[in-house]
C-alpha cells in the first residue's frame, strides 16, 4: 500500500463515518499571538474548543501538516539521529464537537487499523490515565472499558499524567489520552530481550512506538490549576501519518516508507554517496530528507526565512540541513534547491500549493544557501583566528564560540569538529553558560502570563466595524489580566465591537469605550485572538455591568483604511505592469503608510515604478466605489475573479472586496471609495529574498509631506550650485572633476610608493639566505605601504618585506615574500599569525602578501622581531 493509498483510506473511512473532510491549514500560523506553527491537527479547530466560534459540522476529518520545532514539541535536535522523529510531519485527525465521545473514537480507531488497514491486533497496544491525586481526577474508567471490548488486558497500560493527560497550555481545553501503541521488533529482537511490547510501551524503544494519540476533552484548566468540566465533550484525535506508513509498509525506519525513500535517492545521485554507507550518511541524508519538506511548505505558506520569530526558525533549520550536506556529504555548493522537484512529485498531489509555488520555494531556498555558504567561508577564516589566538592553551573560549555562533551563524557542532581537527577543544561549558544567558533574555522578552477570564456575560462577540466606528448599548462579556514583558495589560471583549483587531497584516484600532456612569477608558490598541475581539485598555472600568459606547479614534481608521485599500490598488497595478505572475507575499497597513511583498524575479526598472505610481494614482482619481460580498462561498469569489493570498486560511464563507478592477478575498477595514486615498507615492523597492520584492509606500497627507521634503531638498541642492538652472549637469560635471582628481590623487600616491619603494630596495640585507628589508616606524599610512609591497614584489626576487608600524594608534604588521619565495613554498598568510599575537591581535592574507592588526603597540618591536625570524628561517 502506498502513502498515496494510507492517506485517502484514512480521509475516506473517517467520510464514510459522517465526518467532513477538511482541508490542512497552514502550516505558518498568522493570526494567533501564542503559535507561530501549526504542531497539532487540532489548532484549526482552536477557537471551536475553547468556545469562541461554533463548529461548522459535528465531526472532522483530516490530513494536516504541522511542524514541532520549538516550545513545548521541540525536536529539532533528535531529528536524523533517530529513525522517526521530523519537524515537518502529516498529523491524520479525527474530531468531535460536542457529538461522539470516547466509545466510538476507541472503536473507530480499532476498526480502522485492524479491519482496513489490517494491522495485527496482537501487535497493538492502548494506554489509558490513571489519574491524579494533584488534580483530583480518577482513573478513565470509561477508556478502560472501551479498549477490554477489543484488547486483552495485559495489552492495556496504565499511564500518568505525564504520558496520559493532554492539555492545550498552561491553561484551557484539556483531558485525559489513550494512546495506541505498536510492537513492530522482530521475533529475533524479541527473543533477545525477554521483554513483552507491554513493558516496553512508553520506555524510549524505537520499535514500540506511539502511532495515535486519542484525547478526550473533558475540562477547563483555570489560570490557578484547577479543573473544571467543559459542558461539551470533545474529541481530538492524531496520527503520525509517517510512522503509520512505515509500520503498514512492513520498515522500521519512517525513512525506509516510499514517503522518503524517492528523496533519499535523489540526495545520493547528488551527493554520490550511499544511504547506507555509514552512519553519518544515513544521519546527514535523514536530515536533509526531513528539513527540505519544513522549509518548502514554510515557503509555500508565505513564510520566508529571516533573523526574527518564525523566519528566523526556517533559516535555522535551512542551515541545519546545509551544515549537514557540507560537512559529511562533501556538498559545498546549493544543493536544497535542487531537491524541491523530488518533493513536488512526492507530494505536490495532496499539497497543490508546492506545485503553485515551485519557482518561488527553488529560488528562496538557493539565496538562503548561497548566504549561508559564504557564512561557513567566513566562519572558518573566524576559526582560524580563534585558534590563533588560544595557540598556547588550545582551548577555545567558550565566549568566542558563542560569538560564532551568535552573530556569524557559525554551528557550534562545525566549531567543535575545526578544533578537533586541529588539536583544539572548545571550552563548552562557558559556551552553554553563554547559551543560557541568551535563552533567557529571549524567554524574558516573550514571557506571558495570563488570568482566567471574568465572565460576566454570555454570548458572542460579533464586529461591527465594516460599517459603523461607534457602537452604542454594548456589553462587557468578560475580561483578564494579561502580563506581556513585565507589562500589566487588560483585556476586554464586548458583544459588539466596531474595534478591527489586528490581523491580516492591518493593525489594531485605538478610541475609548464610555460607561453608562460617563466614564471613560483609553483603548491603547486591538487585538484577534482565538476568534475574539480583544481591546487592550489601559485600565478597568469602575462599573463592567452596564452599557458601553466603543467609539474607534475614525481619523486614524480611515486613514489605515485608505492605506489597505490601496495595497489592493497597488497589487492590480504590479500584475498589469509587471504581468499575472505576481502573487502577495506580505503586507503591512498603518496609519502611517503601506509595505507590500510579492513575488517578482529581479529589481523593478525606475520605469516600471513610475508607471505603477500612475496607474495607481489614475484608481485613486476614478476614485472606484467600494463594492463587496460579506458572505460568498468559495466558489462564488472565485466566479467573481477574486485573488486569494496562499498560506491564508479561508472559512467556508468569505468577504469579497472589489475596487473596479480589483478583486480581492479580504477581512480588512477599506475606505468607501479610492478618492479618499488621495495621493499615492511610493518610497522604495528593495529585494527580501529570491524572488519576492517589497515595496513601502504612503498616501494622502503623509505622501503629501513627501512631496514637501523632496522640494525642499532640491531647493536646498540647487542652492549648493548658485541655483544653477541644470542642476543635474552641475553635478554631473563636478563628479567628473572629482574622478578626475582622485585619479591624479592615485597617481601621485603610487609615484610615492615606488620612490620608498626604491628607497627601501636599497636597504636590503642578506639574512639566512634571502634580501630582508625591514620596516619600523610609529606612524604609517597602510594602503601606502600596502603598494610599496606590491611594487618591491614585482620588481624584486629572493625577497622579504616584514614591516611592523602604527596607524591611528593601532598597531599593524605586513609582510611580503617575492614570487619565486612563494613558488618554493613561503606562505605568508601563515607565517604572519603568531607574530600577530604579540600585539593582541591576529591576521591573515594570501600566500604572497599577508596583514595582522592588534591591540598592544607595545609588542610591536617583539612582534617585528618574530616575523622577520620566521620569514628568514
Known sequence: ??????????????????????????????????????????????????????????????????????????????????????????????????????????????????????????LLYATVFEGSAEDGTEMDEEARQAWLRHLPADHIVLGNKHDNFWEMGDTGPCGPCSEIHIDIRTPEEKAATGLTGRELVNQGDPHVIEIWNLVFMQYNRMADGHLESLPAKNIDTGMGFERLCAVLQGKNSNYDSDVFTGMLATIGDISGHEYHESPKTEVAMRVIADHIRTISFSIADGQLPSNVKAGYVIRRILRRAVRYGYTFLGLEEPFLCRLVPQLVSDMGEAYPELVAQQKLITNVIREEEMAFLRTLDRGIKLMDECMAASAATKVIAGADAFKLYDTYGFPIDLTELIAAENGYTVDMAQFNVELQKQKDRARGATANEFGDWTVFADGESEFTGYDATVVEGATLLKHRTVVQKNREMLQLVFDRTPFYGEMGGEIGDTGTITSADGETVRILNTVKENNLTVHIAEKLPQNCTGAFTLAVDAARRQRIANNHSCTHLLDQALREVLGTHVEQKGSYVSDKGLRFDFSHFEKMSDEQVVLVEKRVNGLIRRNLPLQEERNATMDEARAMGALAVFGEKYGDRVRVVKFGPSVELCGGCHTSATGNIGFFKILSESAIAAGVRRIEAVTGEEAEQMVYDMQGSLRTARGLFNNVPDLAGAISRMLEENAAMKKQAEEFARQKAAELAGRLARTAEEVGGVKLIRFRETGADPAMLRNVALALQKELQNTVFAAAFESDGKPNLLLMYSADLVAAGRNAGKDIRDAAKLIQGGGGGQPGLASAGGKDASGLDAALDTLVKIATA
Open 1 to 122: 500500500m502506498t502513502s498515496k493509498e494510507i492517506r485517502q483510506q484514512f480521509l475516506d473511512f473517517f467520510a464514510s463515518k459522517g465526518h467532513t473532510v477538511v482541508p490542512s491549514a497552514p502550516m505558518v500560523v498568522k493570526n494567533d499571538p501564542t503559535l507561530m506553527f501549526t504542531n497539532a491537527g487540532m489548532n484549526q479547530f482552536k477557537d471551536i474548543f475553547l468556545g469562541n466560534a461554533k463548529a461548522p459540522y459535528p465531526r472532522a476529518t483530516d490530513s494536516q501538516k504541522c511542524l514541532r520545532v520549538s516550545g513545548k514539541h521541540n525536536d529539532l535536535e533528535e531529528v536524523g539521529h533517530d529513525t522517526y522523529h521530523h519537524t515537518m510531519f502529516e498529523m491524520l485527525g479525527n474530531w468531535s464537537f460536542g457529538d461522539y465521545f470516547k466509545t466510538e473514537a476507541i472503536d473507530w480507531a480499532w476498526e480502522l487499523l485492524t479491519d482496513i488497514y489490517k494491522i495485527d491486533k496482537n
